[in-house]
C-alpha cells in the first residue's frame, strides 16, 4: 500500500485533512497558522491566526479578526494573503494563497451572536489595536459586533512540502482544477 505522499492526491487530501483538523482540535498545529499580509506601503507582515472553518469543496479557509486592525488596512490595499503550517509530526509544511474578502456587520452577526463571551474578548478593543498606549494595560476589552470581522480566504494555490527520507514538494492551484504538479523540493 503506497503511503500518502508518495502520489499528489495524497498530499491534498492530507492538506485538507489537516486544515479540517485545525478548525476541530485546539492542539493540533494547523489551529494556529501564520497569517501574512502585504502592508500599504509594500512590506510584508505576518501574525498568529486562529483558523475558523475549512472547506475542500469551495477551497475556502476562514479567519476572524477585529475589523479595526491594521491587517485589514492591509487587505484594503492588497487583498491577498498567504497563510503557513508546518505540521512536525506529518513533516508537512503547508503554504496557501488566497484571495480574501472582509466580512462584517450584518452578514457576520448570527456568528457573532453564537461565539462565546470569552472568545467574543478578542474583537473591540478602545483604544483600537495598534494604537501607542502610555503602558501596558493601557486598553479596554470592549467586546463589540460591529469590530468584529470574518476573512473569507479564497485558496488560488495550495503548496505542500514533505521531508521524509525523501522530499517531495508539490504545488495546486484553483486554476488548474487543483491537479498536482510535483516541483523539485
Ligand atoms: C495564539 C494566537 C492566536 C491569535 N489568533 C488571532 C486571530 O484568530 N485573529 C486575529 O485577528 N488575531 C489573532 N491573534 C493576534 C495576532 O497575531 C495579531 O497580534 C493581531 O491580530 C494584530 O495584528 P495586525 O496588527 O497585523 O492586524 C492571535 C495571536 C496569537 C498569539
Redesign the pocket.
Given at each position: 500500500m503506497s503511503e500518502w505522499f508518495e502520489t499528489a492526491d495524497g498530499i491534498l487530501a492530507k492538506v485538507w485533512g489537516t486544515l479540517g483538523r485545525g478548525v476541530a482540535d485546539a492542539k493540533h498545529p494547523a489551529r494556529?497558522p501564520t497569517?501574512a499580509?502585504i502592508s500599504p506601503d509594500g512590506w510584508p507582515?505576518a501574525?498568529?491566526?486562529?483558523l475558523?472553518t475549512a472547506d475542500r469543496e469551495a477551497g475556502v479557509v476562514t479567519?476572524?479578526?477585529?475589523l479595526y486592525?491594521?491587517?485589514?488596512k492591509?487587505l484594503h490595499a492588497t487583498p491577498r494573503a498567504a497563510l503557513h503550517i508546518w505540521d512536525a509530526k506529518q513533516d508537512l509544511q503547508i503554504r496557501l494563497q488566497a484571495e480574501v474578502s472582509i466580512n462584517s456587520g450584518a452578514k457576520t452577526r448570527a456568528l457573532w451572536d453564537k461565539i462565546p463571551d470569552h472568545a467574543q474578548q478578542?474583537y473591540g478593543v478602545t483604544p483600537p489595536?495598534?494604537t501607542p498606549i502610555e503602558t501596558g494595560l493601557d486598553y479596554v476589552k470592549d467586546p463589540d459586533p460591529a469590530t468584529f470581522a470574518v476573512l473569507d480566504c479564497t485558496l488560488i494555490t495550495i503548496d505542500a512540502v514533505h521531508l521524509g527520507a525523501d522530499h517531495r514538494r508539490v504545488s495546486f492551484s484553483r486554476a488548474r482544477h487543483w491537479q498536482g504538479q510535483w516541483l523539485s523540493p
Open positions: 494556529r497569517f499580509t507582515e501574525r498568529t491566526v486562529v475558523r479567519v476572524h479578526t477585529d486592525s491594521d491587517k485589514i492591509s478578542s489595536p495598534g
